[in-house]
Nanobody
């Protein structure tokens, strides 16, 4: 079993930056592809970014490509999401997820473990 805990959310003005971090406990993240998703009020959970194991390939949603960067540190058992040039439409609860495969994926049901989420609010 893998427990994922997100941190780093908060309130930021449009154009600002935040760095989210996801820490794993219980089992290491080695060989697991990791993803970040988000869910705004009244909307479905949507894919944001994914990184394979061992971190060679990344995949982003078009809406965040060029602004967000996903990275992993398997020695620390963490996965981060650097978010720059934030927009009000980025406001959502952000979730970290792990899948029992080394390959990236965008579908939420491809992931086996989920964190509780961290709120990101971008003011205009």
């Amino acid at each position: 079993q893998v427990q994922l805990v997100e941190s780093g959310g908060g309130l930021v003005q449009a154009g600002g930056s935040l760095r989210l971090s996801c820490a794993a406990a219980g089992r290491t993240l080695s060989t697991a592809a990791m993803g970040w998703f988000r869910q705004a009020p009244g909307k479905e959970r949507e894919f944001v970014a994914s990184i394979n194991w061992p971190g060679v390939y990344t995949y982003y949603a078009p809406s965040v490509k060029g602004r967000f960067t996903i990275s992993r540190d398997d020695a620390k058992n963490t996965v981060d999401l650097q978010m720059n040039s934030l927009r009000p439409e980025d406001t959502a609860v952000y979730y970290c997820a792990a899948r029992q495969s080394q390959f990236t994926a965008a579908a939420p049901d491809s992931y086996n473990y989920w964190g509780q989420g961290t709120q990101v609010t971008v003011s205009s």
